[in-house]
Every structure is written in C-alpha cells, then in structure tokens.
C-alpha cells in the first residue's frame, strides 16, 4: 500500500499513511499496544519505529527492529523451524 500510494504521487508521507492502519490493527485485534515500522534510511538492515497507537502508551516497542529474511518468515508461516 505504502508504495502503490508513493508511485501514485500521493500528497502523503510514508508515516501518515501508516498511521491509520496501526491505529485500524490496534482497534480489531484489541492489543495493549501496536507499533509501526519504515526502512531505516541510512541502513537497509533496519526497521525504524515511526508509529505507537496509543501513543501514551506505557507498554515499550523496540525503537529499531532487524529486518526479518523472508527465509525464517516462509519457514514461520509453513509451520517449521
């Protein structure tokens, strides 16, 4: 969604357009907290924290994540480890 809004030229930046959907997952799945994640710019290796909804919230989200290898996410979904 985030790229298709990008090469439509959407007046909108990365972090706004992620904003409603943290706040829509917080509210279906009902969690303490969700946070959002943009690629680092300076390291592709990185997931930089942008979004916390709610945003008082007292529960931490990690300020920087690794990227996950789609490797371990395909084994994850598959059911192996």
Same mark, same amino acid.
């Given at each position: 969604?985030?790229? +298709? ?8 930046? *990365? ?9 829509? +997952?917080? @509210? ?10 943009? @690629?680092?710019?300076?390291? @592709?290796?990185? $997931?930089? *924290? ?8 007292? /529960?931490? +989200? ?6 996950? @290898?789609? &490797?371990?996410? $395909?084994? &994850?979904?598959?059911? *192996? /480890?």
């Amino acid at each position: 969604m985030l790229t +298709a809004s990008q090469s439509l030229r959407v007046q909108h930046t *990365r972090t706004d357009l992620l904003r409603p959907i943290a706040e829509a +997952a917080y @509210s279906i799945i009902g969690a303490g907290v969700v946070a959002g994640y943009l @690629s680092d710019s300076q390291d @592709s290796a990185l $997931l930089r *924290r942008v979004i916390v909804v709610p945003s008082d919230s007292a /529960t931490p +989200a990690p300020p920087v994540l690794p990227v996950p @290898s789609l &490797e371990v996410n $395909l084994r &994850e979904v598959d059911g *192996r /480890t």
